[in-house]
């Protein structure tokens, strides 16, 4: 590959009708042609392809991490590449902190992906992102977005936690009260533009967008999740509904509730890619190669699976001129990869900690570890319904075989992350599927035992060091391991933590379980 130079490309003018929601770089981001300046929509280096350059915004994406961005916002620029329609610019929203914003602000919000595979890298810069909003600074922006009748579909990827449910799986109200409180005042006072409270939470964010285009008119309205559970779309369309009627009880929200079942819909889909966080030295190596520093630069594996319900409440991007399918029934797919691909990845991530890996690709390379893993799939093939076409025991090995793709550098710590909220979509199901199966008597499937043993083990090591377990219940976690007399007792304990094994309660014998877990931890750590 030839490393392309940093100089402006002929054909990029300002488009005119720009909708304030638009609005990118200030003047002072102007990029320079200096080799090594800042990448920028005006300064793509010659060699690559321009990027697309969208007239307006069809799409709020809430939650723009690296991977929307090395994924939907892929498709979403090969489609309009494919189709040459530009109505499909992205508007990315953050939720914690701003620095998506600062880091493709100042560049016209265009970016890197880079491809790493066995045969190496390949760079290119996409251009459907057009900037990027911090609702700490600009929720009436991002209010206003939603509102817009120019915008046609929002996605999520906001992490399995950002949802706000409970361990029962329902709205954690608390985790949204401020913008369920604003919301109520919003609709009482029919206004969010100059007033409107920032927002704390994408649910209640995504709720006080929903009500605020209602009030603008009410244009029909696609939301897409994009997230790693189970009836993604189904789940947060029930999050939206409760949140209303936790706001607007009663008559104050028949407006509101009658507008969202006839103009909205909440497709499910399925994603996949793996992408992991990038690093300095990533960004380092990409500016030596492009000639221009990219700070929102984006790394991801050669494969992209993008597979949606075709349930839209009006126009959407050609996305299947991308690479997505779209399908009348997602939940075969769903399954298939959060049991299979998710699972396996959890399961390397605690035992290959454990063992002192730091990457994905190093844990599955030892063969204890990716026994155990194989183990677990097997356990999920005897619950899994195959998607069409698709032969699940192939299926599961390509998988083995993407996670030893050492050119990612996926760490195990950052699939650790969080273990609570991904552990009932990608072990839960299984287990509940196999404990209900009465054809396999009391058998426990071992694979999923090995898992849950690793995660406990993986949290007991963490507390007992002195280290906070990344994850949004880590307090409970950590009372949980230190009020236990000896780590038998913390691992029989963490098995048994609410919501974890959502399904299990009604299913069949716990105590097993956790008998069966504890047992296992040995095993798992031994063999590492
Ligand atoms: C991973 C996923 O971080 C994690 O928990 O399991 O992000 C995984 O890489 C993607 O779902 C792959 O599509």
Redo the contacts with the bound molecule.
Sequence with gaps: MTAPTATPTSSDTTPDAVPDVLSTAAPADAPTERAGARLHRDAVPSGLPAPVRPTQVGIVHLGIGA?HRAHQAVATEDAARATGDTRWGILGVTQRSASVRDQLRPQGGVYTVLTVGPDGGSPRVLGSVTDVAWPAEETPRVLAALAAPTTHVVTLTITEKGYSRGADGRLDREAVRRDLDALAREEHAAGYRDEAATATSAVGLLVRGLAARRRAGGAPLTVLSCD?LADNGRVLGALVREAVDAALPGAAGDDLRTWLAASVTFPCSM?????PATTPAQRDEVETLLGARDEGLVVAEPFLQWVIEDRFAGPRPAWEQGGATFTDDVAPYERAKLRL??GA??LLAYAGSLAGYATIAEAVADPALAAHARALQADAIATLEAPDGVDLAAYAEELLERFANPATG?TTR??A?DGTQ?IPFRWGGTLADRLADRSAGDELPQGVVAALAAWAAFVVAEVRAGRAVDDPRADELRSVVEAADGDAVAVRALVRLPGLLPDVADAGPLDALADAVVAAVGTVVRSS
């Design positions: 991977f790693n994603v996949d890619r793996i992408v691909l998710n990845h959890s996926h950052q699939v992350m991904k």
